[in-house]
């Protein structure tokens, strides 16, 4: 069967045969790919900056994100049938007994940065036709969703982000939650994440760079969210007419427009940091005055990374509840979809929201 993979030390990106695999344990499940998508972390990998093929090989096969059907399970997998629909979790355990993260269940707060992630850290990815994995990472997902459960995992990132700001917001005496929210970016994570706080009930503004005409700003508008360009207006002034900012959801990689927002974080707000920055881009802060914000307005500064199994799960759920109240708006979030045989081209040269590459062909 054929895979998408990169080789790091030949430095090169391109397919790879593999043998089907076959399940060897009782709790293992094999799955046909459906779908994977590629996002900045597979550019990153594929520009050798990122990415650690399994031991001993040469090649790490790619994806993260992802959509699979059951063909096949092993005699004690109890929550899957062949034809069920599933997404797998990315990160999985380390093995270190003294990890309590690790040990409860939870690899996305892993204290000692063994965990491995499948088609990013020493686990191949999912860019394939078939994959067996044991039922403890696989998340269910309804057959109404076949066509957008690729964007589980990214919706991921923006539901841990909600469940972690929900936990801080509860520290206020008066225990409230909510409030207005920016989202910084308008690609995938950030609409997903906008989705998600709307939904949440936050009034809910994006800032990001394409123009007021862009696609993007309609995909705002059709959630019930604000879209402000920055091409329209700088951070002051769209700080100016917002009013307190309660949460600011970065969703650009880490930049220096990032912590321009952070200055106009509001009293008691929190700052939601959910990229790393590219590679080479130094950012300049005035640490003066963000220490004089954080203690005077009881500020929060937070950083995420995805996603434990409770987060696949809310996203799950939620992407059913976006999908029913905006059906147009999650479709057009996958701008288009490849042939397994063109895998590079939207890694390489990304265009649109999200690309998606078709395991199963062209549908
Ligand atoms: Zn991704
Ligand atoms: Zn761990």
Redesign the pocket.
């Given at each position: 069967m054929k895979a998408g993979a990169v080789f790091p030390r030949e430095r090169r990106v391109g397919m790879v045969e593999l043998e089907e695999p076959q399940i060897s344990f009782p709790t293992q499940v094999k799955l046909r790919m459906l779908e994977v998508?590629v996002?900045?972390?597979?550019r990153e990998i594929c520009h050798f900056r990122h990415g650690v093929p399994p031991e001993n090989h040469e090649f790490l096969v790619l994806g993260?994100?992802s959509l699979a059907e059951v063909v096949e399970t092993g005699p004690a997998v109890h929550r899957f049938r062949p034809g069920d629909l599933a997404v797998p979790t990315v990160r999985q355990a380390c093995t270190h007994p003294e990890c309590v993260a690790c040990r409860g269940g939870r690899p996305d707060f892993c204290y000692t940065g063994d965990f491995r992630e499948r088609g990013i850290k020493q686990l191949h990815g999912f860019m394939t036709d078939y994959v067996v994995e044991d039922e403890e990472y696989l998340n269910p997902v309804p057959r109404e969703l076949r066509d957008v459960a690729v964007l589980v995992?990214?919706l991921t990132i923006a539901q841990k982000a909600l469940a972690q700001i929900t936990a801080i917001q509860r520290r206020l005496p008066w225990g409230s939650s909510g409030g207005r929210a920016v989202v910084l970016g308008a690609g995938p994570v950030g609409l997903l994440g906008a989705m998600a706080l709307v939904n949440a009930g936050f009034q809910t503004s994006i800032y990001s760079r394409e123009g007021p005409r862009d696609r993007r700003a309609g995909l705002a508008a059709a959630i019930g969210a604000g879209y402000v360009s920055s091409q329209r207006q700088s951070v002051l002034e769209f700080a100016g007419s917002v009013g307190n900012v309660d949460v600011i959801y970065e969703a650009i990689g880490a930049s220096q427009t990032a912590f321009e927002l952070l200055e106009v974080l509001g009293a008691d707000g929190i700052f939601c940091f959910t990229g790393v920055p590219r590679h080479g881009e130094p950012v300049s802060v005035n640490a003066a005055r963000l220490l004089h914000n954080l203690v005077l307005k009881n500020q929060v500064i937070l950083g995420t990374v995805n996603a434990g199994r409770e987060s696949f799960e809310a996203a799950i759920r939620d992407l059913g509840v976006f999908h029913e109240r905006w059906p147009d708006a999650v479709s057009s979030l996958i701008t288009r979809r490849y042939p397994i045989e063109e895998f590079r081209e939207p890694i390489l040269e990304p265009s649109g929201i999200k690309n998606v590459i078709a395991m199963d062909g062209m549908r």
């Open positions: 998508g996002c900045g972390t597979d993260h994100e995992e990214p």
